[in-house]
C-alpha cells in the first residue's frame, strides 16, 4: 500500500464511522432537519471534498465530462432532494471503489515487476588477485569478475575458469538448469547455481542482455492496442452522451408527469450508473496483465497492440536456419557399406582425416568423435592432403582414407550408384579407406523436434499458411519444410529477396495478420517489415531485440505456441470486461431509467462492476498456458 | 529523439488527460503514458525535452494535481 492508499483507506473508514453515526442518531432520535442536514453533509464533504476539488478545478479547465463530475452532480442532486444517505453513500461507495482500483492497480503494477526484477546490483571485479564489489556499471569491457553460486550474472561475458549450472528462468522463462563450462558464453540476468565461476567480460553494463530486457519492458505498451483505443475514445463520446440522456431524462418525462423529483432522482442514477470506470480501468489492466504473463514465459511483447494482433494471425512465414533447424551442423547419420570399418571406426578416421581442418563439416565430425570418446585426434595422422572443392586424403594409421563429396569419390572410381542417399537436409561426407568405399557421414543442421506438433496446434488455433523464406538450396528446404509440416516454400532467396518475398505474401494474405519468425541474423528488415515481427531466441542477438515485436528468449517454437494462447487469453478477458461491463451499465441504466432500480442498485453497478472487472483481469497474470509434450 | 520520464498516475483518465496536455505541447511530434509502468515516453525535438516537461508540469497543476511528473 502507497502512503496515499493508507491515507484514503483511513478518510474511508472514519467516512463509513460517521456515516453509520449519523443513520443512528436521526433513527433513534427526532432532531429537527436542519441538524440531520448538517450531520450527513458533514460527512459528505469529508469524504467529497477531493471529488468536488477536481470537478471544480475540471470545469475551470473547461475539459469536465468525467467521472469526478458525474459524480459530484449525483450525490448533490441526492442533498438537494433531501436524500442526504444517498448522497453520502453514494460518495463513500465511490471512493471504496477509486482505492480498489489503485490498489489493484499497485498490486498487479508489482507482481509484474517482481516478474522482470533481473537486475543486478553489484558485480565482483577481480583486480590484481583481489576481489572488489563494484557497481556493474563499472566494469569495462575485458575485466575478469567472479559469480559466486546464488549469485546473478551480472553482465555478459565468457567463462575462463570454472563449472556450473545457470538457472535461466527469469530470462526465457525455462526451468531446467543450463550446464555451463570454460569458453561458453554466459548472459546476464541468469542466476549461477552450483559453482564459482570466473567469467571474462565481453559487454558493458549498457549493452548487456540484461539492460536491453529491461530498457524493453519498461517502454513496452508504447503501442497502445485497438481495444484500449476504443476504450479511450469510447469514454470521450459516451460520457458527454450519458450526462445529456441524464439531463434529457430529468427534464422531458417531469415536464409530462410533473413529478419532478422522481425523475431528477432517476435522472441521478442514471448518471451514477453510467460510470465508465470499470471499463476504462480494466481493459488496460488485462493487456498489461497480459504481457506480464508473457514475460514470466520468456515471452517479451514489445507492446498491448501485438498481444492483440498475434491473436488474428492467419500466416506464419519462417526464416530456416535457427528458427525451424536448430541452427548447428550435426552428424545425424552414419552408415556402414563395409563390414571391416563399423560406424564408430569410420567416425574415428574420418574425425582423425579431417583433424587439421576448420571446415564447419570437419569440425562437427570431429565433434561426434570426440564426444563418442575419441580422445587424441591428431595422432598417427599424416600426409594430409586437401583437394579443394572435393574433399581431402590423409594417411591415418597406415590406411589411407579420403573422404569428401561425390566428386572426390568418382575421383577414386567409386560410382555413384554405390553411394547411400542421405535424408536430404545436409551434407553427405562420402569415406574411401585404401580405395575401397566404407561408408558415409551425414551432417545436417537438423529441423527442430517440436515444429510439426506445434505447428499442428497453431493449425488448430486459427493459422492457415506456414511459409519457410530461406537462402538455402531447394533440396535442402522442401527436406526440412516437410519435416516440419510447412505448406509453402521459397528457396534460394539473398537477403534483400526476402523482403520482396515478404510483400507478396503481406499482398495475398489480406484476412488476418501476417507473423514472420526469425533469429534476426541478416533478417532485421523482414522482421520490421511483417506485421508482427518475432525474434527467437533473442538472447543472442541485439539485432532481434531491437527489430522484432515479440521476442522469445528461448529459441523453442514451442515458444510461439504460448505466445499465441496468452495473447488470445488476454483478448478474450478483455472482451469478457467489456461485454459485462458495458451489458451490467445497459440493464441498469434502463431499468433506473423506468424507476426499479434504487440509487443503491446504482451504486453496485459502478462499483461492483468496476472491482468484478479489475478482478477479472488480474486472472491473466497467474495464467499458465499449455506447454507442448 | 525519444525520452521516457518518470510520472505518478493512478487512473486512466489521468493518463490520458497527461497523455493530451503533453501532445498538445509545441515541439512534441507524439508521447504515451504507461500506466502501468508509469512512464510518459516523449518524442520530441532533441534538446528541448526538458523544457516540454517543465510546460507539461505547469500546465498539469491546471489540469490535474494528482500527476506528478520528475524531470
Known amino acids: ?629 | 529523439m525519444r525520452k521516457t520520464f518518470k510520472v505518478e498516475v493512478d487512473c486512466p483518465t489521468c493518463a490520458a488527460k497527461l497523455e493530451d496536455c503533453v501532445s498538445k505541447i509545441n515541439g512534441v511530434d507524439s508521447c504515451s503514458v504507461n500506466l502501468m509502468t508509469q512512464k510518459l515516453i516523449v518524442n520530441a525535438e532533441a534538446g528541448r525535452h526538458a523544457e516540454i516537461i517543465d510546460m507539461a508540469i505547469e500546465q498539469m497543476k491546471k489540469i490535474d494535481d494528482d500527476v506528478v511528473i520528475y524531470a
Open chain 1, 1 to 629: 500500500m502507497t502512503k496515499k492508499q493508507k491515507k484514503n483507506l483511513r478518510r474511508i473508514l472514519i467516512a463509513a464511522a460517521g456515516y453509520v453515526l449519523a443513520v443512528l442518531v436521526s433513527a433513534i432520535w427526532q432532531i429537527p432537519e436542519l441538524v440531520r442536514f448538517i450531520l450527513f453533509f458533514l460527512v459528505y464533504l469529508y469524504i467529497s471534498w477531493d471529488v468536488l476539488r477536481k470537478t471544480l478545478m475540471n470545469i475551470r479547465a473547461k475539459d469536465f465530462m468525467d467521472e469526478n463530475f458525474l459524480m459530484a452532480v449525483a450525490s448533490f442532486g441526492a442533498m438537494a432532494l433531501g436524500e442526504y444517505p444517498e448522497a453520502v453513500a453514494v460518495m463513500l461507495f465511490y471512493q471504496v471503489g477509486e482505492w480498489f482500483q489503485s490498489y489493484a492497480l499497485e498490486r498487479s503494477r508489482k507482481n509484474i515487476a517482481d516478474l522482470m526484477d533481473i537486475r543486478p546490483d553489484y558485480a565482483n571485479l577481480e583486480k590484481n588477485g583481489e576481489i572488489e564489489e563494484v557497481d556493474p556499471e563499472e566494469v569495462v569491457v575485458g575485466d575478469i569478475i567472479v559469480i559466486q553460486p546464488g549469485e546473478r550474472v551480472p553482465l555478459d561475458g565468457t567463462v575462463i575458469e570454472g563449472n556450473s549450472t545457470l538457472d535461466t528462468a527469469a530470462l526465457t522463462g525455462e526451468s531446467v538448469p543450463r550446464g555451463i563450462h570454460p569458453g561458453q558464453e554466459v548472459i546476464s540476468g541468469c542466476i549461477n547455481q552450483s559453482g564459482v565461476l570466473k567469467v571474462k567480460v565481453t559487454k558493458a553494463f549498457g549493452e548487456s542482455t540484461v539492460s536491453r530486457i529491461l530498457d524493453l519492458v519498461e517502454n513496452a505498451t508504447d503501442k497502445k492496442s485497438r481495444s484500449e483505443q476504443f476504450i479511450t475514445k469510447f469514454a470521450r463520446i459516451y460520457t458527454p452522451v450519458v450526462v445529456y440522456s441524464a439531463i434529457a431524462l430529468a427534464i422531458i418525462p417531469s415536464l409530462i408527469t410533473g413529478q419532478w423529483s422522481t425523475w431528477i432522482y432517476r435522472a441521478l442514477e442514471f448518471l451514477v450508473i453510467s460510470c465508465p470506470c470499470a471499463l476504462v480501468i480494466s481493459v488496460p489492466l488485462s493487456f498489461f496483465g497480459g504481457i506480464g504473463a508473457a514475460s514470466k514465459n520468456g515471452i517479451l511483447v514489445k507492446g498491448s497492440s501485438y498481444l492483440q494482433d498475434l491473436a488474428e494471425v492467419k500466416t506464419m512465414v519462417f526464416d530456416k536456419t535457427g528458427t525451424l533447424t536448430h541452427g548447428t551442423f550435426e552428424v545425424t547419420n552414419i552408415i556402414s557399406e563395409n563390414p571391416a570399418v563399423n560406424t564408430d571406426q569410420l567416425l574415428n578416421l574420418c574425425a582423425k582425416a579431417e583433424s587439421f581442418s576448420s571446415h564447419p563439416i570437419a569440425l562437427s565430425i570431429l565433434n561426434a568423435a570426440k564426444k563418442a570418446g575419441l580422445t587424441d585426434p591428431k595422432a598417427g595422422v599424416e600426409n594430409v592432403e586437401e583437394i579443394a572443392g572435393k574433399g581431402l586424403k590423409a594417411t591415418v594409421d597406415g590406411k589411407v582414407v579420403a573422404c569428401g563429396n561425390e566428386k572426390l569419390m568418382s575421383l577414386l572410381n567409386i560410382g555413384h550408384d554405390v553411394l547411400p542417399a542421405g535424408s536430404g537436409f545436409g551434407t553427405n561426407v562420402y569415406i574411401a579407406v585404401d580405395g575401397i568405399f566404407a561408408g558415409m557421414i551425414e551432417v545436417a543442421d537438423e529441423p527442430k523436434e517440436d515444429a510439426k506438433v506445434v505447428f499442428d496446434l497453431l493449425r488448430k488455433e486459427g493459422v492457415e499458411r506456414f511459409i519457410m523464406l530461406t537462402g538455402d538450396s531447394e533440396t535442402v528446404a522442401r527436406a526440412v519444410a516437410s519435416k516440419a509440416g510447412i505448406d509453402e516454400v521459397h528457396a534460394k532467396l539473398l537477403p534483400e529477396q526476402k523482403v520482396d518475398e515478404l510483400e507478396k505474401i503481406l499482398e495475398s494474405s489480406k484476412n488476418g495478420k501476417t507473423a514472420y519468425i526469425g533469429d534476426g541474423i541478416n533478417d532485421a528488415p523482414v522482421l520490421t517489415r511483417a506485421d508482427i515481427g518475432i525474434a527467437m531466441g533473442g538472447l543472442g542477438s541485439d539485432a532481434a531485440i531491437e527489430a522484432a515485436d515479440i521476442v522469445l528468449m528461448d529459441d523453442q517454437l514451442s515458444g510461439l505456441y504460448k505466445a499465441d494462447q496468452i495473447s488470445k487469453k488476454t483478448l478474450s478477458i478483455a472482451y469478457q470486461n467489456i461485454v459485462f461491463a458495458i451489458g451490467i451499465k445497459v440493464l441498469m441504466l434502463v431499468l433506473g431509467a423506468l424507476g426499479i432500480v434504487n440509487m443503491w442498485g446504482a451504486v453496485f453497478a459502478d462499483v461492483g462492476v468496476s472491482v468484478l472487472c479489475i478482478l477479472n483481469s488480474i486472472r491473466i497474470i497467474r495464467y499458465a498456458p499449455k506447454t507442448v509434450r
